[in-house]
């Protein structure tokens, strides 16, 4: 493997640690620890400049902005959705009625049938996944399907139409 020597902090190094075109052509002899000070470094200096561009360039490109912002905030939500059902399923990802394991059908159960309750005091939705996660993931939870989740609430007995039929 070919090594070249860094104009930076001149050790000798892989080809493979200096930054590299798109077209695979060595950029320069500087390697890429000292390419992330000197970035650091540069930033450093110059935030007043990077917040102005950056407030500039919001200004100028609204809907990019929001669309940037749209995926941002999509994948925190799903991200913290997995973490909730991941802790509630013991792993296992799946309703703990029938075993369906498609995460889009999963959602949260209020073990006592108070959900409605919780709702009025806690939020819905995404913010009530938010709100689990920030409160240690409090006790009276479990994962259910969606077609489970309902099916408890239009029976009687407010049981999972799978458990009357077994």
Known sequence: ????????????????EFYHTPEGKLDSYICNDCRKIRSY?????????CHKAS???????????????????????????LQVINHYSNGTMKCACCGESIIEFL???????????????TGGGTVFYYWIVKNNFPEGLQILCFNCNCGRNLTK???CPHKLTK
């Open 1 to 16: 493997m070919e090594k070249y020597k860094c104009k930076e902090c001149l050790k000798d190094k892989l080809k493979d």
């Open 41 to 49: 470094l540069w930033y450093e200096n110059n935030k007043m400049k």
């Open 55 to 81: 407030k500039e360039w919001v200004k100028n490109n609204p809907e990019k902005r929001k669309l940037i912002q749209k995926k941002s905030n999509k994948k925190v939500r799903d991200l913290r959705k």
């Open 107 to 121: 959602t949260i159960d209020h073990i006592h049938n108070n959900g409605s309750k919780e709702r009025k005091k």
């Open 157 to 159: 007995d407010k049981i």
